[in-house]
């Protein structure tokens, strides 16, 4: 999958050369919206009524005006980003810490995390520009919290599985109250519980014991020390995550 | 007549600062404001300015089509499963749907006025029955009383076309 190819390369992936398949297609027709109904009936219609097609222009809606619009957050700004999605059940805990400030608590700060699947898969849209997705559940296991006075956010979501070549993670991206971007980082799972999730709650994860160990994992190798969550809990009730996580704002 | 021809179509909405309607207006700044978050981490040395350049020096920034979408969702919802905007020859929406794509056409990060995107909209199945003239007669599967199907008749028109077909 392209989203994993790209976490797969990290950063590095950013300084690629290549031709994009822009979306030539959304680009092309944008900018010529009115007067191209090409309507070719001959139906002469005889209504003289407001509304009544006439062969080259089409009716616009009339109807009782609603439903009302109303100002919507993202559907990003959850705590629960399970979605559809099924498997062991999962909170996650994250603080966040301001360097700058003694390392004290920073609130107001604005997570983003996101992680797979029990499969090992991401929400995204797949394949080609043709694909539509269903609306009501396209962002499974994606969420944005906002810190509190403590620094802390906290998500309800289902632990996650593996994919090929990468250990069990989940993303962080943390930006201040204002939206700049502060980290992109990642979160480690200790490999003990990842094995007893994966070898025990089988009616979920189908795949074992995941491929990669931290140790081997190109993102956490090096800095697995900073990176690693504490995991506590049980297949039966469920696991509980809890982080630090340390920025410069 | 073509009975048992069933199509979807696909109605590709644009929203750009010209807005006028209050929906557009809402999903146009706050997709906007949410590109504004999320390119961050496609461009972290702040390199690029727009869209265009962004993708195609970094063509992982595609994903951004899909989680800008997350802004354009509770929108979506609003509009209760009906396409907006094309109505049938009565002058009423009338086309179900469920799926969805967004696409951010144009933008860029130090020029709002560039932000420009598009929602396709994705119909439920419609038996295509006949075309009157330029019209098409078509049904919504289900919407029948005994023999008796109830039908919409409406105008392709600029931004809707039939998105896939299917004989049966």
């Known amino acids: 999958m392209e989203r994993k190819h790209f976490f797969k390369n ?11 398949p ?11 919206l009115s007067g191209t109904t090409t ?4 139906g002469t219609s005889t209504g003289t009524g407001t509304g009544t097609t006439t062969g080259s222009c089409t009716v616009s809606p009339t109807e009782t005006e ?3 619009p109303t100002k919507t957050p993202s559907s990003l700004v959850t705590g629960d980003i399970r979605s559809d999605r099924t498997g062991v059940p999962f909170t996650i805990k994250i603080t966040i810490n301001n360097q700058s400030n003694s390392c004290a608590a920073l609130s107001g700060a604005i997570v983003d995390i996101w992680h797979c699947d029990k499969d ?3 929400s995204e849209y797949g394949g080609t520009g043709m694909q539509s997705t269903n609306y009501t559940s396209v962002h499974f296991l994606r969420g944005r919290q906002t810190t509190d006075s403590s620094g802390l956010v906290q998500f309800t979501s289902i632990f996650p599985g593996w994919y090929s070549g990468r250990a069990p993670h989940i993303h962080v991206h943390v930006y201040n109250a204002s939206g700049k971007s502060l980290l992109v980082t990642q979160i480690a799972f200790p490999t003990d519980v990842c094995n007893t999730v994966y070898t025990t709650a089988t009616n979920y994860y189908t795949k074992g014991k995941q491929d990669t160990s931290n140790a081997s994992d190109n993102v956490f190798s090096d800095s697995l020390a900073t990176e690693l969550a504490t995991v506590t809990g049980s297949v039966s009730a469920g696991y509980t995550l809890t982080h630090v996580v340390t920025v410069a704002a | 007549m073509m009975q048992n021809t069933l199509i979807r179509l696909c109605y590709r909405k644009v929203i750009n600062n010209q807005a006028t309607k209050p929906w557009e207006q809402y999903v146009f700044e706050d997709t906007y404001k949410e590109f504004l978050l999320q390119v961050q981490f496609y461009n972290q040395e702040k390199i690029y300015t727009s869209f265009g350049e962004l993708v195609a020096q970094a063509p992982a920034a595609e994903q951004l089509h899909f989680l800008v979408s997350a802004a354009a969702v509770g929108y979506i919802k609003q509009l209760q499963g009906k396409v907006p905007d094309i109505a049938n020859s009565l002058g009423r929406l009338f086309l179900p749907f469920e799926n969805f794509r967004f696409e951010i056409i144009n933008s860029d990060i130090r020029d709002r006025s560039k932000h420009q995107v598009a929602i396709n909209f994705y119909t439920d199945q419609l038996v295509w029955h006949e075309t009157i003239g330029y ?4 049904s919504v599967p ?7 199907t109830f039908t919409e008749l409406f105008s392709l028109q600029p931004y809707l076309s039939i998105y896939s ?4």
């Open chain 1, 10 to 20: 990290g950063l590095a992936a950013l300084g690629l050369m290549a031709l994009a």
């Open chain 1, 22 to 32: 822009l979306a030539n297609s959304c680009k092309k027709d944008s900018e010529e």
């Open chain 1, 39 to 42: 309507g070719t009936g001959t």
């Open chain 1, 66 to 68: 609603g439903p009302f």
């Open chain 1, 120 to 122: 090992g898969n991401y």
């Open chain 2, 135 to 138: 019209q098409l007669l078509v």
């Open chain 2, 142 to 148: 289900g919407k029948q009383e005994g023999d008796e």
């Open chain 2, 165 to 168: 077909i299917k004989k049966l």
